[in-house]
């Protein structure tokens, strides 16, 4: 039966079926994944020392133009996978000895995911991997199934989240998730090991220009969470890439003065978490999308 999808916060009511649909996802109603590997390229408390079991999704619901997976994101990529299919992958990578299940912009394939995830037993969190730009109603499809929420959260304000993700709507509709997360999830719960067990780790990518808005969304993640309740991690990685010219203002990195300031400003907060350098700002931890993994 076609799939009328409603999911992501666009409500394209796009027609979800074996052929790409014509939502902004451009998806099928199965998922179609484009990588399954451990992967290092993660906060340390998800990679750890054996990686994070990443599973790349082909398609987004956003349109970023500065998006470094923009190989994927634009859809029409990748395995189209079973449920059953899926399942299996996912116990593949586990047997790979990876710390968790790592899914990476999975929310357009959220129902697929889900009864894939239905009495699975895997011995490792799951970790949903988003930009932040998801339904409450959709992410309650995900309670008990997903352990740690690993969300964006790209904009504080609806104008420059119109004008680089075209969804005016982004700020409102992150904050909401990210409290449905937390709701989920609660207070972030640390391994022995040092690796996350479960719990709420959210991040902003601090995009030039656009610094204080990485106040104001740390301002977020202090007002609206108890003390050491979710994890924050500030990301200064940062890299034009091609197709900017409309854009001149993020045909830059991020200097290492506002770096260390919005650093600064972190720690005078308490916030718990992780931040980065400004050599950070590489490609160089961007995967091979080569379908590696995918089949067994």
Not at 95 to 118: Q, W, Y
Not at 155 to 171: L, M, V
Not at 277 to 283: L, R
Request: hydrophobic share 40%.
């Amino acid at each position: 039966m076609e799939q009328i999808c409603y999911d992501c916060p666009r409500k394209c009511g796009a027609k979800r079926a074996d052929a790409l649909s014509g939502g902004v996802c451009r998806s099928t109603s199965l998922p179609r994944v484009v990588r399954s590997a451990p992967h290092y390229g993660e906060e340390p408390c998800i990679s750890g020392e054996n990686g994070s079991g990443a599973v790349f999704f082909s398609g987004c619901s956003l349109r970023c133009v500065f998006c470094q997976n923009r190989e994927i994101s634009r859809g029409g990529v990748g395995e189209t996978l079973t449920v059953a299919e899926l399942r299996d992958m996912l116990l593949r990578l586990r047997d790979k000895g990876v710390h968790n299940i790592n899914l990476v912009t999975g929310s357009h394939f959220v129902r697929p995911i889900a009864e894939a995830l239905s009495g699975l037993t895997l011995g490792i969190p799951v970790v949903w991997n988003s930009s932040g730009y998801e339904s409450v109603e959709t992410l309650k499809l995900l309670e008990g199934l997903v352990q740690i929420y690993l969300p964006d959260f790209k904009y504080w304000k609806s104008a420059p989240a119109k004008r680089y993700s075209a969804a005016e709507d982004y700020p409102a509709v992150a904050a909401a998730a990210i409290r449905e997360m937390f709701r989920q999830v609660g207070p972030y719960r640390m391994g022995e090991d040092g690796l996350l067990r479960s719990g709420v780790l959210i991040r902003h990518l601090i995009l030039p220009g656009q610094e204080l808005a990485a106040m104001d969304v740390m301002d977020f993640a202090a007002e609206n969470f108890p003390q050491d309740a979710v994890l924050f991690s500030l990301m200064s990685q940062y890299t034009p890439m091609p197709g900017l010219d409309r854009f001149p203002e993020l045909q830059r990195r991020v200097d290492r003065e506002s770096n260390d300031n919005l650093v600064s400003y972190m720690r005078r907060l308490g916030l718990a978490g992780f931040w980065q350098e400004p050599d950070s700002a590489t490609d160089a931890m961007i995967p091979s999308f080569d379908g590696t993994g995918v089949r067994a």
